[in-house]
């Protein structure tokens, strides 16, 4: 059994412990395969259904993307059971980094979090003067907030914020659902809850959901940045370094952003990502 072969068993496996999806396509024969482990928000969008059709096609290999919380993606990386990862947790992507898993980090996009509610708003997030403000005010007033709690770059910047209100979320009105971006605000929509969402993935489920964007302005606490890394080959050398790199120039070239840029702008009026080379932010 050869080594391609073995990697693509390995992300089935691990694609039917997580909640994640494999997304291959079984059309074309490429010259080689490259497995990149990502976030939720970048798959409910869509957008690497256009990013890696461009990559696919002037590479001539498949990307084998598998769909996960950001916690899962950079586990999955560090299990050696991918080629790249692209997640948004900047504080445990820089650990995993520490720890010799990950090489070559490149920033690539952000957006913003947004916090998501009924437009009736009991809590009254939109008066709110700062993030924490708005999380203090869903606290109390006891009001449905549904959690990702799934270890992703959302859930980890949700914990933040709580943390940052000294507050302990618990009861009857703070729900851990444990599943990805969408299902979380389709759960919020359903309970008339608010949520967390990155504001990428709510502008894609806008049309099929009630809930607003009720809070955005504190830009600080809100920022949501994306990194690509490459699996170190020195800790796993059957990794398709090479192409990783390929991949990594790519996602940061003037074609790569310019594709991040646009994405969204037609059916939106906006784009979902802001792509790297527009800001000085990078973290």
């Known amino acids: 059994m050869n080594k391609i072969l073995l990697k693509i068993l390995l992300l089935m496996l691990i694609a039917s412990l997580f909640s994640g999806c494999i997304q291959p396509d079984a059309k074309d024969t490429p010259a080689g395969t490259l497995s990149l482990s990502t976030t939720t928000s970048t798959c409910d969008t869509d957008l690497l259904d256009v990013l890696n059709a461009r990559f696919e096609e002037e590479n001539n290999v498949k990307v084998l993307t598998l769909c996960q919380g950001t916690g899962k993606a950079i586990a999955t990386g560090e299990m050696g059971a991918a080629d790249v990862v692209l997640v948004h947790a900047p504080s445990s992507e820089l650990e995993a980094v520490e720890r010799g898993s990950f090489i070559d980090r490149q920033f690539v996009m952000y957006n913003y979090f947004v916090i998501i509610g009924p437009v009736s708003d009991p809590a009254n997030v939109t008066h709110a003067a700062s993030a924490t403000d708005a999380f203090t005010r869903i606290a109390d007033a006891q009001v449905p907030f549904i959690s990702r709690g799934d270890n992703s770059g959302t859930h980890t910047k949700e914990l933040g914020l709580w943390n940052e209100t000294n507050i302990t979320p618990q009861g009857a009105w703070y729900q851990s659902v444990g599943k990805g971006m969408g299902d979380t605000i389709i759960t919020a929509d359903i309970k008339q809850g608010y949520t967390l969402s ?86």
């Open 198 to 283: 990155d504001r990428g993935t709510y502008l894609a489920m806008k049309d099929k959901i009630e809930l607003e964007v009720l809070f955005e302005k504190d830009k600080e606490f809100l920022y949501n940045p994306y990194h690509v890394m490459a699996v170190n080959p020195e800790k796993f050398p059957d990794v398709n370094y090479e192409m990783t790199l390929k991949y990594i120039e790519y996602l940061t070239s003037s074609e790569g952003q310019d594709l991040i840029q646009d994405y969204g702008m037609e059916e939106y009026g906006q784009a979902l990502f802001i792509p790297a080379n527009n800001t000085d932010e990078a973290v």
